[in-house]
């Protein structure tokens, strides 16, 4: 079972800045979509940000302008740059991707499964 690892979250004042990253565990043959999902206490997961394999992006409207979501192939990694923070950004963050493992596509498997990460806290408070 693949995992993604996030890094990055912790504890920011209103206005300040983080930036999370995300990479899978262990040898991907292919990525196609990553994104970022968060979930408040109390609320539903929601979308945050996603970007596909050729760098199309699109944001949730409340991180627009604010946000950044980029990835390097290369190193199979996905990251959010935030920005401006608001206390409303408070939440779990998680990251996902579709992909194909290696070891699966070696042995013939063709296709994409969603797998996600584990969750990093970012809390914006004073």
């Not at 929601?46 to 990835?71: C, H, N, P, Q, W």
């Not at 923070?85 to 498997?109: E, F, Q």
């Amino acid at each position: 079972q693949v995992q993604l690892v996030e890094s990055g979250g912790g504890l920011v004042q209103p206005g300040g800045s983080l930036r999370l990253s995300c990479a899978p565990s262990e040898s991907i043959f292919i990525i196609a979509t990553m994104g970022w999902y968060r979930q408040a206490p109390g609320n539903q997961r929601e979308l945050v940000a996603t970007i596909t394999s050729g760098g199309s992006t699109s944001y949730a409207d409340s991180v627009k302008g604010r946000f950044t979501v980029s990835r390097d192939n290369a190193k199979s990694t996905v990251y959010l740059q935030m920005i401006s923070l608001k206390p409303d950004d408070t939440a779990v963050y998680y990251c996902n991707a579709d992909l194909i493992r290696r070891s699966d596509y070696d042995v013939g498997m063709r296709n994409f499964y969603t797998y996600w990460g584990q969750g990093t806290q970012v809390t914006v408070s004073s």
